[in-house]
């Protein structure tokens, strides 16, 4: 595409993301925690912002690769707002929480993610990124799956007692 260099610091941090996964693969033997999470959001929402000022259809791209976290993180936080709860507060309602406890343990659910993002999101994003389909099509047609798993799985719900 024209876009190499940009490709160098994204792949320095997935070797270094690659080296912390063997420890936190499932089942977990340390956790990255909030610090760490927020940290990669922010460095991803760096890149994003860089490759869009080199080519705008790159924003649609990584909204697209991200789509897995964005669309969990947001639907859970405007349910969670519209149920008046304290958003700032420690929960467990994640779409992707809830369907590690319907089946269990996490390892099914997080190859489940690994398998919707190189085989949905990613071919998703080559055709905005590469071949030209309209980014906010790219983007309809990335989501609209994902937010139904979303709520299939219940994303921002209350936990019910057992």
């Given at each position: 595409t024209g876009f190499e260099a940009l490709v160098w610091a994204p792949l320095l941090l997935a070797a270094a993301v690659l080296g912390f996964l063997c420890w936190n693969f499932p089942p977990a033997r340390i956790f990255m925690g909030d610090a760490g999470s927020g940290f990669l959001g922010i460095i991803l929402g760096i890149f994003s912002l860089?490759?869009?000022?080199?080519?705008?259809?790159?924003?649609?791209?990584?909204?697209?690769?991200l789509g897995v976290?964005?669309?969990?993180?947001?639907?859970?936080?405007?349910?969670?707002?519209?149920?008046?709860?304290?958003?700032?507060?420690?929960?467990?309602?994640h779409a992707y929480q809830f369907a590690s406890?319907?089946?269990?343990?996490?390892?099914?659910?997080?190859?489940?993610?690994?398998?919707?993002?190189?085989?949905?999101?990613?071919?998703?994003?080559?055709?905005?990124?590469v071949w030209g389909l309209d980014g906010l099509l790219g983007l309809l047609i990335?989501?609209?799956p994902l937010v139904l798993l979303a709520v299939r799985y219940r994303a921002g719900e209350l936990e019910k007692a057992i």
């Open positions: 860089q490759a869009s000022s080199n080519a705008p259809q790159f924003l649609w791209v990584w909204l697209i690769l976290f964005i669309v969990d993180a947001t639907f859970t936080l405007l349910r969670r707002l519209m149920r008046g709860d304290k958003v700032y507060e420690a929960h467990r309602s406890r319907s089946v269990g343990r996490h390892l099914p659910v997080t190859v489940g993610v690994l398998l919707i993002n190189l085989f949905w999101l990613l071919p998703v994003a080559l055709c905005v990124g990335a989501y609209v």
